[in-house]
């Protein structure tokens, strides 16, 4: 953690495609640390999400943090920039067709609530800014790969990848196909491949048409996920930058559901989706004194274990 930072008891969840976040404010109700984002991300012991967007105090900007379930912090999710954003949009502060800044990751992007769909649903957009592409990109060595694009695999195999970054680091496997087979033999060990010396997430993609991909994910910290909204501009931004389809928007389709990325010739990126908002709710007292006594409870367990 860069520096100590504490949230309010009172939190929001919302979800793009299956992939939830839970918005806490700043506060001075529990402290963050690794086993407290645990706790609070497991999915029978805590309130469960793929994630915590920590809404920063202080005038201007909204600033933000982010935190994986296994409690590490990481530099941005496009779905967790939704997910603040429909919360902000149902307390009144930010408006529809009124774009937004929003800091994160030492980086400022623009949101604009686009909104409101049949269900409930709020339709948020985000400029991801431009994505920068090779191994420097994600702070590794070019050197790491072949011809500047293959990777040995676990098998021996040749694996024609792509570096991405879209303010986190991401791994593109071009396949010819896609199975959940290989997504759970190539994601672990990409993701943490001694190339990314910070970890990427990773992506099995298959062009399916003229301006149209369709992807597997497995998340840096996280595991198989079934929507990721840098993800999804990762690979459609990657396609591009390969030829493989053109400028403009592409419909990138996911386990959970669809995003719509445009990718301009400069290879800067909108992501475009529906939030979910799930409720709101407030810590209890007595969970609230269970993330400052360490370990009494067994509530740290591991936060994807579920029942055997």
Not at 223 to 238: D, F
Request: net charge negative; aromatic share 6%.
């Amino acid at each position: 953690m860069d520096h100590e930072l504490s949230l309010s008891r009172l939190f929001f969840k919302g979800h793009g495609h299956g992939n939830d976040y839970l918005v806490f404010e700043e506060g001075c109700d529990w402290p963050v640390s690794a086993e407290t984002v645990q706790r609070i991300c497991h999915r029978w012991r805590g309130p469960g999400g793929d994630g915590i967007v920590a809404l920063l105090a202080g005038e201007g900007p909204f600033r933000l943090r982010m935190f994986n379930p296994d409690g590490s912090e990481f530099e941005r999710s496009g779905n967790g920039l939704r997910v603040l954003g429909a919360y902000l949009f149902g307390r009144g502060r930010v408006r529809e067709g009124e774009p937004f800044p929003v800091e994160v990751g030492g980086e400022t992007v623009e949101m604009e609530i686009l909104g409101r769909k049949p269900g409930g649903l709020v339709n948020v957009a985000v400029e991801m800014g431009r994505v920068r592409f090779g191994m420097a990109a994600v702070g590794g060595d070019p050197r790491g790969l072949r011809s500047g694009r293959y990777l040995e695999g676990p098998s021996g195999e040749e694996l024609d990848i792509q570096p991405v970054s879209v303010g986190n680091p991401h791994c593109v496997s071009f396949r010819e196909t896609l199975s959940q087979q290989d997504l759970l033999r190539l994601g672990p060990f990409l993701t943490k491949h001694p190339v990314f010396p910070r970890g990427a997430n990773v992506q099995l993609a298959r062009v399916t048409g003229e301006a149209a991909v369709e992807i597997l994910i497995w998340e840096r910290g996280v595991g198989r996920t079934a929507s990721s909204g840098t993800s999804a501009c990762a690979v459609a931004a990657a396609c591009v930058e390969r030829g493989l389809l053109t400028p403009g928007r592409i419909r990138v389709a996911m386990e959970g559901g669809d995003f719509a990325v445009t990718v301009s010739v400069g290879r800067e990126v909108r992501l475009e989706g529906p939030v979910r908002p799930i409720l709101e709710g407030e810590l209890t007292p007595e969970f609230q004194r269970s993330l400052l006594d360490r370990g009494s409870t067994g509530d740290a367990a591991d936060p994807t274990s579920g029942p055997g």
